[in-house]
Nanobody, 120 residues
Framework: VQLQASGGGLVQPGGSLRLSCAAS????????MGWYRQPPGKQRELVAR???????NYVDSVKGRFTISRDNSKKTVYLQMNSLKPEDTAVYYC???????????????WGQGTLVTVSS
């Protein structure tokens, strides 16, 4: 079981990027999914989370600019990032609560991280 993130890169201020994170393996169900980020020299912080039913929450600094969504049939979570600012520069990590076949409890997993750099 693993989470594979993709979509990071270098973008100019005001630009957009879309991150994707796909879960793979013997997964029976996925509960909450989310994105966190760790700016250089700082601690990891929550960016956005989404429940299985689609309820979302965001950190204040990205409200109105970022949108989290998921496709349960593809076991994938997305983060659409618009109006990017230099302070959005960070390694972005996906996170999910996964229930594996044969297990009776959800386990929290992290993806490998993808670097987003916002710079002119």
């Amino acid at each position: 079981v693993q989470l594979q993130a993709s979509g990071g890169g270098l973008v100019q201020p005001g630009g957009s990027l879309r991150l994707s994170c796909a879960a793979s393996g013997r997964i029976l169900n996925i509960n909450d999914m989310g994105w966190y980020r760790q700016p250089p020299g700082k601690q990891r912080e929550l960016v956005a989370r989404i429940t299985w039913g689609g309820f979302t929450n965001y950190v204040d600094s990205v409200k109105g600019r970022f949108t989290i969504s998921r496709d349960n049939s593809k076991k994938t979570v997305y983060l659409q990032m618009n109006s990017l600012k230099p302070e959005d520069t960070a390694v972005y990590y996906c996170n999910a609560d996964l229930l594996e076949f044969g297990s009776s409890s959800y386990v929290n997993y992290w993806g490998q991280g993808t670097l987003v750099t916002v710079s002119s």
